[in-house]
């Protein structure tokens, strides 16, 4: 059983920024696809990016591109999320989630086998 805990969310004024954190347990961390999702009020929970491998893959949702970065330290077992340049539209509990079985995608809620609660991101406009 992998555990995974997000922390770092809160509220910010738009264009500022957020950094999350996302602790995973187990020791093949690095072998894990790391990933972020959000789910807004009333919306369904969406692919927000993803870290493959410890070689360092990343992809990202078109909205989020070039103001969120997603990165990893593997001696900490941790994933991070830099949010920058927020909008009130990135206002969503944000999800931090862990497969550590191979697929060929990790934009989907499938992909993925160990969730953590979530963490709130209000950006306020």
């Known amino acids: 059983q992998v555990r995974v805990a997000e922390s770092g969310g809160g509220l910010v004024q738009a264009g500022g920024s957020l950094r999350l954190s996302c602790a995973a347990s187990g020791r093949t961390f690095s072998r894990y696809a790391m990933g972020w999702f959000r789910q807004a009020p009333g919306k369904e929970r969406e692919f927000v990016a993803t870290s493959t491998s410890s070689v360092g893959d990343t992809y990202y949702t078109d909205s989020v591109k070039g103001r969120f970065t997603i990165s990893r330290d593997n001696a900490k077992n941790t994933v991070y999320l830099q949010m920058n340049s927020l909008k009130p539209e990135d206002t969503a509990v944000y999800y931090c989630?862990?497969?550590?079985?191979?697929?060929?995608?990790?934009?989907?809620?499938?992909?993925?086998?160990?969730w953590g609660q979530g963490t709130q991101v209000t950006v306020s406009s």
């Open positions: 989630a862990a497969s550590a079985v191979y697929s060929s995608t990790y934009y989907r809620i499938s992909d993925y086998q160990y």
